[in-house]
């Protein structure tokens, strides 16, 4: 899938207020934290993770131009995707192939939600423990609760106006967790909004916590060609990214 | 065995290693800059730059169509007076690590490629390349300035006069005689030639019926373009004898060995970092010294 | 989902298929050319002949590099009065299968065009396409008649003089503007065109430092050419209303969706034969109608 | 190695008076029977068929302009080759996948005979029995006796001065074998002059036994392109061939 390919929409899940899940009539082989370009023909085309590969699922919020264009389609309409491209999350090896049980976190703020179920999905199958803490603005922002209390993880709800879970923002639930030191995790996985993501990798970096950050920029060609997704010091999102194991703003 | 005039020397410089990064290729900031020149470019050139700034188009602008890329980014820069602070900020990182900066410019018209010569030599680049793959917008058919002898030689002769470094003029395939071409720019005044930009192409989706980059027409480059690169290198340096940056489709140190056997001088790099990664040019290098290990 | 146009008309040729066996593909016999005919091709183009027979090149004269093929057989023909004869046993061979023959003709100057012009006449084909990629040898550069508007137009205009049969041009995509040639031979008498005939190109041996084929410079076809022969067609439609015979890099059924979504009225498909076999053109058509079931 | 591959020579073993077998420093993942393109730059390129893959192994006889400048070759200096191209022999399935031992004959002339000898090994190997019919115009110029004795197959020889085995040519000794039907093979495999393949295929039909016949003609492009290397009626002795299961001189 270099080029767009045209894949029927087969499914559509209402997730909140503003967020649609897309199940096409395809599947893909990629890691949790790729991303495909997704093209409209005459409107644009933008990156969206990958909330899911078998079947090809992208979980998107109506946000703007081309996210409310395809908030408008029907099952059944099509839809171009190119990829996997960039670098997804690296995942510690599976206990079944002799690696030791990790005790992760994945930390999800807004639609960052998304590509975090597919993540913590791979985690359990490989024999891991996971620990799930997400936030948004209000309860109607949040995402995939219910897939995430299906999965049977360790579920922390953080929304800015206390409507559900912990009033304030994911960082907060970290920090509290965090003070007990019998629960520092190995590994922290996150996606979301800049100052989230900074946020916790200030907060790992002050607890030695190996820490993974999937960053978002404005993408082009979405090739590593053009320069127009750089963050901090000439990383390039789209190809050294969007998962960087650093943050990419203070290297 | 046979192996190419393998020299580290263009111009009056002397360079790390043969490989330059193209125009157009993370040439977008002083730190990626930077960073190809720490991973093997020998030389950097800038992404091309004109009097205005111009957003570039819409999405999508490139792709791989899996015999190599194509893209119609568009030219987008911030125009030359911004341009000005971005190579200055660049020439500051190279030239501790020896490595030299190409500005490249383009135009609309003669007097634009004038005007933007003529600022961007504020930041004095080492070398400017002269972009004349794009239409001359005052000929009727929009025909690129690299498509007549004529028109070349031209933007060629009214740039040197302008600046005080040496000009690279960059030359585009899509010409019935590149070598004429090669021949009226080095009248006209270049100290080197750029060869090749990209090949003009398309690609269409079969489902919606639409061109695939939203500005239907873009540049081939990559795999597809590399034996039209080597004809292009091959004809020009058998026409005139000033250096060349062979450039087109060179993703392996086997491809710039190949490159160097056509004629070039050095060799540009531009999609192999799409193919290889920002280390593309490093990797490159490293296979050079390998294939040919009594240099 | 869109569809493209699907025609099997060409001129006033009713065709059992929009596929075309391109010119110099095992044209060379009535009886590979009948082949061809069994296996797919609504219409069969017969090799370039010129006035007086050619060997062709000393080997490699064709090559698979990978990402499309170069070729540099040289022209070779059996000159255009022997080549009455095979056209003639081959028509015998095609009219009772429905396929109308096209004989592709050359000469390195006008007055050749003519002559073989004429000769070839006698043997009545349906269409002659008359191949300007060859250089003019009165242009101190051999610039192909293909690279400027006024020389192009000059054979066309002359070839078209002497033939009753309609006539295709077949263009090449080495020129700045293929739009401007495409309107030149148009208005010069044209009654169809064929786009494209192959990049010229060249490939190196890194151990000899030899060019591979002995011609040195080649053809490119096949995939690597697709995108370029989209972008001539799609530019050639826009410009000028005659039929189109899209060639260049066409080896699927989508390969062939996509040149008649660039403005193509039928395809013309030649390296296929390699990758896919003589029944490539049957391949094509069948995957074709897969494509686009409500046809 | 769809372009020319440089390959260096390990070993020149000489076979008769003009033939020599060139061992080259690669090996091939080829079938009995295809053929590569061999290079020397500024001289010319033409067809060698495989004698063997493992390590690539070419059986030249010194004809003409070419074969001798091949034959000037020393161990050490390179040569150029393509391929595989072309068909090769269709084998009958293996014993050990199940096939039913076949009765096989190779017949070969002149340098024809060395693609029979690959063939054999690979016959033998699958669990086949085979017999080999080879001739010449004298025992100088029998190419493999040895190497064919080697493999313990059932051999004959025909030269046609008699120097060595039967006085005459290969389809005599066919004959006389055929003479007596408790003899009579399952498959007819034969490489050599055009005459003595049209001589096997007649023999062949009369006695109503499978056939392949390896065949050959002036290649340029080597890729079922230019037409150069047609044989009988369309057929394309590079992309058809250059083995095929009829008389492409009578279809
Ligand atoms: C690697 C990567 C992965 C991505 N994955 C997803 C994904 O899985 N799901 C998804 O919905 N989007 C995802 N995005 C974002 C997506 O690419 C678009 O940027 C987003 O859909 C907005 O595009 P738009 O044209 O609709 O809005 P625009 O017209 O670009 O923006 C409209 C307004 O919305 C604001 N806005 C833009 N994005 C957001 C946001 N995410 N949250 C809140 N406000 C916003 C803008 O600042 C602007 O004010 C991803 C981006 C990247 C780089
Ligand atoms: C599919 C295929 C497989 C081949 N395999 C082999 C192979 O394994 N080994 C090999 O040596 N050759 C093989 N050949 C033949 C080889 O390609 C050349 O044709 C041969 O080497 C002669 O080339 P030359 O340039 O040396 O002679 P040329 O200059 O072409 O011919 C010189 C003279 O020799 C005669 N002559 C040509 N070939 C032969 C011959 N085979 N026997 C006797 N006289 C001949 C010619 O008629 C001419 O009179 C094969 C050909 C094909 C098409
Ligand atoms: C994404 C992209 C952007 C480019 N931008 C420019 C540019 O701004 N100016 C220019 O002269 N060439 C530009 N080019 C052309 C390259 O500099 C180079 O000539 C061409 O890509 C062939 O080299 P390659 O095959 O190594 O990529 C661009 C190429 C690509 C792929
Ligand atoms: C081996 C070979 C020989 C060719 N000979 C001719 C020729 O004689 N005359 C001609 O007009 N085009 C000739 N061509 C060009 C083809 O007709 C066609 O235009 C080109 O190959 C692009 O189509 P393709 O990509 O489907 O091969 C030749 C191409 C090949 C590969
Ligand atoms: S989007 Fe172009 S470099 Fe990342
Ligand atoms: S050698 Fe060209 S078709 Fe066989």
Redesign the interface.
């Known amino acids: 899938m270099s080029l767009p390919h045209a894949l029927k929409i087969t499914d559509i899940k209402i997730e909140n207020g503003i967020t649609k899940t897309f199940v096409l009539a395809g599947s893909l082989i990629a890691e949790p934290g790729q991303f495909v370009m997704v093209w409209l023909p005459g409107i644009d085309e933008r990156p969206f993770s990958l909330a899911d590969t078998q079947p090809l699922s992208l979980t998107i919020a109506a946000v703007g131009c081309f996210s409310q264009a395809i908030h408008q389609l029907k099952i059944g309409d099509w839809l171009w995707v190119r990829g996997p491209l960039g670098k997804g999350y690296r995942l510690p090896a599976p206990v079944h192939k002799n690696g030791l049980p990790q005790r992760t976190w994945l930390i999800g703020g807004g639609y960052g939600v998304a590509p975090l179920h597919f993540l913590a999905k791979q985690l359990l199958a490989d024999g891991h423990e996971v620990s799930v803490i997400i936030g948004a603005r209000d309860a109607a922002n949040l995402l995939l609760v219910e897939a995430f209390k299906n999965l049977g993880v360790s579920l922390w709800l953080a929304t800015e106006d206390g409507s559900v879970g912990q009033l304030g923002r994911v960082t907060e639930i970290m920090v509290s967790l965090l003070s007990n030191s019998a629960n520092k995790p190995d590994l922290v996985y996150a996606c979301g909004p800049t100052g989230m993501l900074v946020a916790v990798a200030d907060l790992c970096q002050a607890h030695q916590i190996l820490f993974q950050l999937s960053w978002e920029a404005r993408m082009r060609c979405g090739l590593g060609l053009c320069g127009s997704c750089e963050v901090g010091n000439g990383w390039l999102t789209c190809l050294d990214g969007p998962v960087f194991e650093f943050n990419p703003l203070a290297l | 065995?046979?192996?190419?005039k393998l020299t580290c020397e263009f111009l009056n410089f002397k360079l790390n290693t043969p490989l330059v990064l193209a125009s157009?290729?993370?040439?977008?900031?002083a730190?990626?800059m930077?960073?190809a020149a720490e991973n093997g470019a020998g030389m950097v050139t800038a992404?091309s730059c004109s009097l205005q700034s111009r957003p570039?188009h819409?999405?999508?602008?490139?792709?791989?169509?899996?015999?190599?890329?194509?893209?119609a980014?568009g030219l987008?820069n911030p125009g030359a007076a911004e341009e000005v602070n971005l190579l200055m900020a660049t020439r500051a990182k190279l030239q501790p690590l020896g490595v030299p900066l190409i500005a490249s410019i383009f135009g609309g018209t003669i007097a634009e490629f004038v005007q933007v010569a003529q600022i961007i030599s504020r930041a004095h680049p080492d070398v400017i390349e002269v972009n004349i793959s794009c239409p001359n917008v005052s000929d009727e058919?929009?025909?690129?300035f690299?498509?007549?002898p004529e028109s070349a030689a031209t933007v060629t002769q009214a740039v040197k006069q302008v600046v005080t470094c040496p000009i690279t003029v960059k030359l585009?395939?899509?010409?019935?005689?590149i070598?004429?071409i090669a021949a009226a720019v080095k009248e006209a005044g270049a100290d080197a030639i750029t060869a090749i930009n990209t090949?003009?192409?398309?690609?269409?989706?079969?489902?919606?019926?639409?061109?695939?980059l939203s500005n239907?027409?873009g540049g081939?480059s990559g795999?597809?373009l590399?034996?039209?690169a080597?004809?292009c290198v091959?004809e020009i340096s058998k026409a005139v004898s000033i250096p060349i940056i062979g450039t087109g489709g060179v993703s392996s140190g086997?491809d710039a060995?190949?490159m160097m056997?056509?004629g070039a001088t050095v060799v540009g790099v531009?999609?192999a970092?799409?193919y290889r990664?920002?280390s593309a040019l490093q990797q490159i290098w490293e296979e050079l010294k390998c294939?040919y290990p009594m240099l």
Chains 1, 4 share one sequence.
């Not at chain 2, 819409?58 to 893209?71: F, K, Q």
């Open positions: 065995m046979i192996h190419p157009g290729i993370i040439g977008t900031s730190t990626l930077s960073r992404k570039g819409p999405n999508p602008v490139a792709l791989d169509w899996g015999h190599g890329l194509i893209n980014i987008s058919f929009g025909t690129p690299s498509g007549t585009s395939p899509n010409v019935p005689s070598a004429r090949m003009p192409g398309m690609l269409f989706d079969v489902v919606s019926g639409q061109p695939i239907k027409v081939i795999a597809a590399k034996p039209i080597l004809r091959y086997q060995a190949e056997m056509a531009g999609s970092v799409y990664g920002v294939l």
